[in-house]
């Protein structure tokens, strides 16, 4: 999926979506996520129009549970390709176990868990409302446990949209995990999140570049 | 990696306070000083010019405007339109780990955490537009770059140590494109607390790379938020990957970056 980066050309003759103002339950969806069936059923009920409000429940083992197989309206719309990103994140031996997306209207969380009892995590799988948005449809699904902690977080449906044209996306960076000097003549700059590096960075920065003007 | 019609040259580099905190602009073309100067000014006056669109900090900033409810949203100008809608999304994308209404529904919106690297990647846009190939632009930390830094040679961006400061704990070699980090003060979930916070404090930072900036930053806060059920989600993205540092220093990074 491509994250609709950017585009001026995009920008310049892109509807205006701002002058009208979200509806309450488009910026509460995730609240009422994290509020379970109640509240989805609450959502489902509120976006009559969207076919894809659907709730589907269903339960996974290890800390991140992705639902491969839940379907809507019939058709695979979860990558089950998605890869596995890190190497420390537990494994989902849930994946291919098919679950079929039930109606918000007549299914509960715990019902369509049942259907995989045999689970021993608690994560459940939500999934919200198609969202219309100028930067193109977004559905989210949310695996939330009963504590209340997301499990994972899955973009079902996004946008694509043009990249800009000198990137080259296949260009993956490079990970040195060594650590290094801050003034090593190799790095052009550095990155840093703002709370660590307030002056840090800037500082550092001049440095660089008086150290190399 | 694209064919560079622009050979190197001498690096031009220049920096200046912008947006509470250090604009860095380095060139390496063979290019006309003039010519280099000029497109750096134009980058610059463009920083200053979103600057005061979007500041929290300034009374007559749009935002500001807006949240004193003397500005529409129908109304604003078509930049800070099309930040809150790229924001819109990206909330609902994310599940509302990205947010930027940190006080609730009713409370004004900050979109500084896709701002800043919007505007640099926008900026930065003007360097492009002048002819220039093989640059260098980072805004207090979040890098884009273009071309490279010498022929055959990638950029090397230092992740800062967010546990030592003064540290690099590891670097990105990137081609072309973004690099931005996050932490803490990124943070401005409300939503997550109600997650006992266990998610905001499974990483020290989070640093992103990617095409965008602009998304680069906004997602670098967004897998901040979500903990380690992020560095997948960010991996759905064409070009994106993540690289988070544990509170104890130790790494984790997206499959992709090895």
């Given at each position: 999926m491509t994250p609709n980066p950017y585009d001026p050309k995009r920008a310049a003759t892109g509807r205006n979506r701002s002058q009208r103002t979200p509806s309450l339950a488009r910026r509460v969806f995730p609240m009422v996520a994290l509020g379970g069936a109640a509240g989805v059923l609450v959502m489902a009920l509120d976006h009559p129009g969207s076919g894809a409000a659907s709730l589907d429940a269903s339960s996974a083992g290890g800390t991140v549970a992705i639902d491969p197989s839940a379907t809507d309206n019939g058709s695979l719309i979860v990558d089950p390709g998605i890869s596995t990103a890190t190497s420390t994140v537990p494994a989902t031996p849930q994946r291919g176990t098919a679950t079929t997306a039930a109606t918000a209207a007549t299914t509960t969380?715990?019902?369509?868990?049942?259907?995989?009892?045999a689970n021993s995590s608690n994560c459940r799988t939500y999934r919200g409302p198609v969202q219309e948005n100028r930067w193109g449809p977004v559905q989210v699904q949310a695996s939330v446990s009963s504590s209340g902690k997301i499990c994972s977080v899955k973009v079902l449906q996004s946008p694509t949209g043009g990249k800009s044209d000198r990137i080259n996306a296949n260009a993956v960076p490079v990970l040195n995990k060594q650590a290094m000097s801050a003034q090593s003549a190799n790095i052009s700059g550095v990155s840093g999140a703002t709370y660590t590096t307030i002056g840090y960075i800037d500082s550092l920065q001049a440095i660089l570049d008086a150290a190399k003007g | 990696m694209q064919?560079?019609?622009?050979?190197?040259?001498?690096p031009v580099r220049r920096a200046r306070h912008v947006m509470g905190t250090?604009?860095?602009?380095?060139?390496?073309?063979?290019?006309?000083?003039?010519?280099?100067?000029?497109?750096?000014?134009?980058v610059l006056v463009e920083l200053d010019r979103l600057e005061a669109m979007f500041s929290t900090y300034r009374e007559d900033s749009e935002i500001s405007r807006v949240n004193r409810g003397v500005l529409h949203l129908g109304d604003c100008s078509r930049e800070v339109?099309?930040?809150?809608?790229?924001?819109?999304?990206?909330?609902?994308?994310?599940?509302?780990?990205?947010?930027i209404r940190p006080q609730g529904l009713e409370g004004?919106?900050?979109?500084?955490?896709?701002?800043?690297?919007?505007?640099?990647?926008?900026?930065?846009?003007?360097?492009?537009?002048?002819?220039?190939?093989?640059?260098?632009?980072?805004v207090g930390g979040d890098i884009i770059v273009s071309g490279s830094p010498a022929s055959g040679e990638r950029?090397?961006?230092?992740?800062?140590?967010?546990?030592?400061?003064?540290?690099?704990?590891?670097?990105?070699?990137?081609?072309?494109?973004?690099?931005?980090?996050?932490?803490?003060a990124e943070r401005g979930a409300h939503l997550w607390d109600a997650r006992s916070g266990a998610a905001a404090e499974e990483f020290a930072s989070v640093t992103v790379s990617g095409p965008s900036l602009a998304w680069a930053d906004a997602f670098a806060t967004t897998v901040f938020v979500m903990g380690e059920a992020g560095i997948e989600w960010v991996s759905q993205f064409d070009g994106y990957h993540a690289v988070a540092?544990?509170?104890?220093?130790?790494?984790?990074?997206?499959?992709?970056?090895?």
């Open positions: 969380p715990e019902t369509a868990a049942t259907s995989k009892a | 064919p560079r019609a622009n050979s190197h040259g001498s250090t604009a860095s602009i380095h060139v390496h073309d063979a290019a006309p000083q003039e010519l280099v100067e000029r497109a750096i000014d134009e339109t099309e930040v809150l809608d790229a924001c819109t999304w990206l909330e609902q994308a994310s599940n509302g780990a990205f947010d004004p919106i900050d979109p500084a955490g896709f701002v800043k690297g919007w505007a640099a990647e926008r900026a930065s846009a003007a360097l492009a537009r002048c002819g220039l190939e093989h640059w260098y632009v980072s950029w090397r961006i230092g992740i800062a140590n967010p546990i030592r400061p003064g540290e690099i704990i590891a670097s990105l070699d990137v081609e072309g494109g973004a690099v931005a980090t996050s932490g803490t540092i544990r509170p104890d220093g130790t790494l984790l990074a997206s499959a992709a970056l090895g």
